[in-house]
C-alpha cells in the first residue's frame, strides 16, 4: 500500500517536469511579441524663426567726462549738484586762490625788479663800448657788461614765465566744465581740501548727452563670429520688465577679456535714450538678432533630440517592435542627442515619422537657423507632416523621452 502511494506521488512529479519543459520550449520556440509604444507627434507648420545671441552689459553714456583739478586747495564754492545741466566753459566750483593770487604777485614784483635790472645792464653796456671806443677800458671790461646785459635778458624772460605759471595756476582755482552736459556725480564738498599730485582727483562726472547712451557688453568667444556691426538688438532692464528696448551694435572691440580662463569680447551697442527712462549703469540683457527668416517650416528640437534605443523598445526577430525596415537608422541613431551623423555636418538630422501602419519610419532632413525652441527645415520635410518627439506608453520609453531635455512629455511644443 506505501508503495503504491510513493509510486503515485512519482508520477505527479514526472508529469509536472514534463508540463513544465514543454512550456519552456514553447515560449523559447514562439517568443511572446512586445506591443509598440504609443508616440507623441507634432504636425509642422510654417512661422518667422529668429536667432539670437544672448548676453548681458551695463548702460553707460556715450561720452563720460571726468573733471579734476590740477591744483590743490580747499573748495571755497561750488556751483552744480547732482542733475545739473551744464554749458561748456561754465564754473562748476572753485578753489580758495589766496595762496594763488599771493604766488602772481610776487612773481609781478619779481618781473619788474629783473626789467629793471635790465634797464641798467643795458646803459652798463652802452657806456662799456663807448669806453672801449676810446681806448679807456680794457677789452675785457667791455666783454663783463655785454655778458651782464644777456644775463638780464635771460633772467627777465624767466620772470616772465614764472609769472605765466603763476597765473595758469590762479586760473586752475575755477573749475570749468569741459562739454556740455548734465552732472551724475559729484564727489566734493564745500570746505573739503583736495590734493593735486600725480593723479588727479576727479570731482565731478559730467554726461555729455543722456539721449545717446552706450551698452557695453561682453559676448563669449564662441558666439563673437557672429557679431557684426549693424545688427539689430532687443534688450531689457530690470527696471522696466515689460518693456523692451532697441538698439544696434556699433562698435565690436578686438581687445580679449579673459576672468577665470573665459574669454570675453566687449560690443558696443547704441541706444537711443530720447524719454530718458534709461540710467547709466542699469544692468541691460541683451538680446543680438544673428539671423531672421519669415515663413520658414518650424520643427521642435524635441524632434531632433528623439531616437529610439533597441532595449528601450524590444526587440522581434533582431528588430525593434514598430520600428520600420528592422531599425536601420541611416543617420546616426545611435549617436549623439542632436541625431546628426557623427563627424558628419551639423545641419544634418534623423527624425522620425509615423507610416500608415503607425511603424517608425527615419528621415533625413537639412536645418538651418535655431532659436532654442525650434529649428528650420530646409529640406526633407514639409508643412503638415507629423514628427515623433517622444514616447506615451510606460514600458517603452525612448532615449529622448527618458531625457528631461529630449522629446516625450518634456519635449512638448511651447
Known amino acids: ?33 512586445v506591443q509598440a509604444p504609443d508616440y507623441q507627434t507634432v504636425t509642422l507648420d510654417r512661422g518667422e524663426l529668429t536667432m539670437v545671441v544672448t548676453a548681458t552689459g551695463v548702460l553707460n553714456p556715450v561720452k563720460n567726462v571726468q573733471v579734476g583739478c590740477q591744483v590743490s586747495g580747499r573748495i571755497s564754492a561750488l556751483y552744480v549738484d547732482y542733475n545739473s545741466q551744464v554749458k561748456q566753459g ?15 604777485q ?13 634797464e641798467l645792464q643795458e646803459i652798463e653796456a652802452r657806456r662799456s663800448i663807448t669806453l672801449f671806443d676810446g681806448k679807456l677800458i680794457s677789452e675785457s671790461d667791455r666783454d663783463t657788461a655785454v655778458a651782464n646785459l644777456h644775463e638780464a635778458q635771460a633772467t627777465v624772460q624767466i620772470k616772465q614765465a614764472t609769472l605765466a605759471n603763476a597765473e595758469a ?5 575755477k573749475i570749468l566744465s569741459p562739454v556740455d552736459g548734465v552732472v551724475i556725480s559729484r564727489s566734493v564738498d564745500v570746505g573739503q581740501t583736495v590734493a593735486s599730485s600725480f593723479n588727479t582727483p576727479t570731482l565731478f562726472q559730467i554726461a555729455n548727452d543722456l539721449t545717446k547712451m552706450q551698452i557695453d557688453s561682453s559676448i563669449a568667444e564662441a558666439d563673437i563670429g557672429s557679431i557684426t556691426e549693424g545688427q539689430s538688438v532687443d534688450f531689457t532692464v530690470d527696471a522696466y520688465p515689460y518693456r523692451t528696448f532697441h538698439g544696434s551694435v556699433t562698435q565690436v572691440r578686438n581687445a580679449p577679456i579673459t576672468v577665470n580662463n573665459v574669454v570675453t569680447y566687449d560690443t558696443v551697442i547704441g541706444v537711443t535714450n530720447q524719454d530718458y527712462k534709461l540710467k547709466p549703469g542699469m544692468t541691460a540683457n541683451v538680446s543680438i538678432v544673428i539671423a531672421q527668416r519669415e515663413d ?104 529622448g523621452s527618458s531625457n528631461p531635455f529630449g522629446g516625450g512629455f518634456g519635449g512638448r511644443m511651447r
Open 90 to 104: 561754465q564754473i562748476i566750483a572753485e578753489i580758495d586762490p589766496a595762496t594763488y593770487q599771493a604766488a602772481e
Open 1 to 33: 500500500m506505501a508503495e503504491a502511494k510513493r509510486g503515485g506521488w512519482i508520477i505527479w512529479v514526472v508529469i509536472i517536469v514534463v508540463l513544465g519543459g514543454a512550456a519552456g520550449g514553447y515560449f523559447y520556440v514562439h517568443p511572446g511579441q
Open 106 to 118: 610776487q612773481a609781478q614784483a619779481d618781473l619788474a625788479n629783473s626789467r629793471a635790472n635790465l
Open 169 to 173: 595756476n590762479l586760473g586752475y582755482c
Open 296 to 399: 520658414v517650416v518650424k520643427i521642435p528640437n524635441s524632434a531632433l533630440r528623439f531616437h529610439p534605443l533597441d532595449l528601450a523598445l524590444g526587440m522581434t526577430n533582431g528588430a525593434p517592435a514598430g520600428l520600420a525596415g528592422g531599425g536601420t537608422n541611416n543617420a546616426g541613431a545611435h549617436g549623439g542627442g542632436s541625431g546628426h551623423h557623427r563627424g558628419g555636418p551639423p545641419n544634418l538630422h534623423t527624425v522620425y515619422v509615423l507610416d500608415a501602419d503607425k511603424n517608425l519610419s527615419p528621415v533625413q532632413i537639412k536645418t538651418g537657423i535655431s532659436d532654442g525652441i525650434f529649428t528650420e527645415v530646409t529640406d526633407g520635410l514639409k508643412a503638415g507632416d507629423a514628427v515623433v518627439t517622444g514616447t506615451l506608453s510606460g514600458d517603452a520609453q525612448s532615449a
